[in-house]
């Protein structure tokens, strides 16, 4: 029985690390992604710092390529009370077959899912309340920005239903939403990427869910990915 008003303590964490990282290796050749150096820090340092602000108690680290180093990393950090705990990919099966393979863990639902590359100005229990008000299966925190030319935009219908994922358009200078890298999964979820084929979660399960599953928690903040060397120089900044 979930309490009526769910706060992030409440839930299961989950953060996407496992990738490789390709389009950083110039920049960051020697570690895994989250572990990237940010003001001499690594990366999923501030991440969790910032989950572990909000309330987050429960949270799981899906890793694979450098696995052993965010293990050591997890197993040498300081957080009294948290429950931490590392999951490895026995072979790199994209951020779908992440979820999958971290889903028979899960007790705590909605599940929070994030990518271990980004961070936002935004107060997560704020979108918590907001999906399961929403009723849906899984909502995705959309953040607004004013030339979404580096990234793919997404289509929202009426009350806040997702009904389309357009490519990014290079030199695309109008307005839109775009995927900002947090998603909250109930188990009708959860199931649904289980029983469906594909490595992304982007490009193989939403886009192919069923109208209605996916609801937008939309928003006007700011929001970093680390994911190529020019956004990860602007983090460093």
């Known amino acids: 029985n979930r309490p009526k008003l769910l706060k992030l303590k409440d839930i299961d964490i989950v953060i996407l690390a496992g990738g490789a990282g ?27 710092d910032w989950l572990v602000a909000q309330g987050g108690r429960r949270i799981f680290v899906s890793t694979c390529h450098m696995a052993e180093q965010i293990h050591a990393f997890v197993a040498g950090a300081a957080y009294n ?10 072979e790199p099966a994209g ?8 889903a028979t ?53 009426a009350e806040g239903c997702i009904v389309g994922f357009h490519e990014k358009k290079a030199g695309q200078q109008s307005p839109a939403f775009v995927n900002a890298g947090f998603y909250f999964f109930e188990e009708d979820m959860i199931r649904y990427i289980q ?35 020019s956004r990860y120089r602007q983090a460093e900044v």
């Open 95 to 102: 951020t779908a077959g992440a979820v999958r393979h971290v």
């Open 105 to 157: 863990e899960l007790r705590h639902f909605p599940v929070l899912v994030m990518n271990g590359d980004s961070v936002a100005d935004i107060n997560l229990n704020d979108c918590l309340k907001a999906h399961v008000r929403s009723g849906a299966p899984a909502s995705v925190v959309c953040a607004r920005t004013e030339a979404p030319r580096d990234f793919g935009t997404i289509e929202i219908g």
């Open 195 to 229: 029983r469906t084929q594909g490595p992304s979660l982007e490009h193989d399960i939403f886009a192919t869910a069923p109208r209605g599953y996916l609801h937008a928690i939309t928003g006007d903040f700011d929001f970093l990915d680390i994911g190529v060397p």
């Open 22 to 48: 390709t389009r950083l290796r110039d920049a960051v050749s020697d570690r895994p992604k989250a572990l990237a150096l940010v003001g001499g820090r690594p990366f999923l340092a501030h991440l969790m």
């Open 81 to 90: 009370g948290i429950d931490v705990q590392c999951i490895e990919e026995p």
